[in-house]
């Protein structure tokens, strides 16, 4: 029994995402839970948050075992940018890019 949950165009970086997502990828849930509870990462609270509401949503929906679950699988891509202008000298204008990414989630049963 798998439980996936999806976070579309959330304001981080897929790169940092990343870092964060490696590390709670294939653990159980509890684990999971109290490794993004003290990292320091922005992306961390993020994540958790999704992961709270995939571990909620197995538990009404699939009266999955909170003890029995474990992260299977979870990986971020990148969404579009947002486009911003920075204003310079003489009139001209750089180009500020602000990314975002789509969080992919996923537990199940061991």
Not at 49 to 65: F, P, Q, T
């Amino acid at each position: 029994m798998e439980t996936s949950v999806v976070l579309r165009s959330v304001r981080l970086s897929a790169q940092k995402g990343r870092l964060v997502v490696n590390q709670i990828r294939g653990l159980q849930v509890d684990q999971a839970i109290k490794l993004l509870t003290f990292s320091p990462k922005k992306g961390a609270v993020i994540i958790l948050k999704l992961l709270e509401s995939a571990v909620a949503n197995a538990e009404h929906n699939e009266g999955a075992d909170i003890d029995e679950l474990k992260v299977a699988r979870v990986f971020i891509g990148q969404g579009s940018s947002l486009k911003r202008v920075s204003p310079r000298a003489k009139g001209r204008g750089n180009r500020i890019s602000k990314p975002t990414c789509n969080i992919f989630l996923t537990v199940c049963n061991r």
